[in-house]
């Protein structure tokens, strides 16, 4: 998986950079997005893997209607070097470079039951105040967390279910 990441990242920042210049960051998103998403699924695998499978119809494959010339490009230049099995890496890591440009924070937030909008709220406020950025919430249900929540941003994840604080209890008597 890491050598995955490093092969990746300098394709994502190229990426990143092309659709910066044209102010294209958001439909470079979707389009990387889709473009991974069809080129994980096992039967575009086996298919954009084919070594009679010309850049042209590769291409075709994965871009999206409308898409921008200078996209259209650089997935010819992924299935050039046969880097299209790293779509799913280049589109998380432009994905991050985007969310830093755009100081924003995607955090997950799990809980046991559905989160109600007003906690969410609540949630996505504090975490604000706390990165000083804006807040993206993806809201999780985990029933086996008992009630609490965990919240999950990147870097930063905080347990604050009951389940954690029963491990936490766990370890500290010794069992």
């Known amino acids: 998986m890491s050598e995955a990441l490093t092969l990746a990242r300098p394709y994502a920042r190229a ?3 092309a659709a910066s210049e044209r102010n294209a960051t958001a439909q470079w998103s979707k389009a990387l997005s889709f473009a991974a998403q069809v080129a994980a699924q096992p039967e575009a695998k086996a298919v954009l893997g084919h070594p009679l499978l010309s850049t042209g119809d590769a291409v075709g494959l994965l871009v999206m209607d409308g898409a921008d010339e200078a996209l259209t490009r650089f997935l ?3 299935a050039e070097n046969r880097r299209l099995p790293l779509l799913p890496e280049i589109a998380g890591l432009f994905e991050q470079l985007r969310n830093e440009a755009d100081q924003v924070v995607k955090a997950k937030v799990t809980t046991a039951t559905p989160a109600s909008d007003s906690e969410l709220a609540a949630i996505r406020e504090a975490l604000k105040r706390r990165f000083g950025r804006e807040v993206e919430i993806e809201p999780l249900v985990d029933e086996s967390l008992i009630g609490g929540a965990i919240i999950d941003a990147g ?12 491990a936490s209890l766990q370890n ?4």
Do not use: E, Q, R, Y
């Not at 994840?157 to 954690?164: C, H, M, Y």
């Open 15 to 17: 990426a990143f950079a």
């Open 155 to 166: 870097h930063v994840v905080i347990d604050g279910s009951i389940k954690g604080k029963l």
């Open 172 to 175: 500290a008597i010794g069992h």
């Open 76 to 78: 010819s230049t992924l």
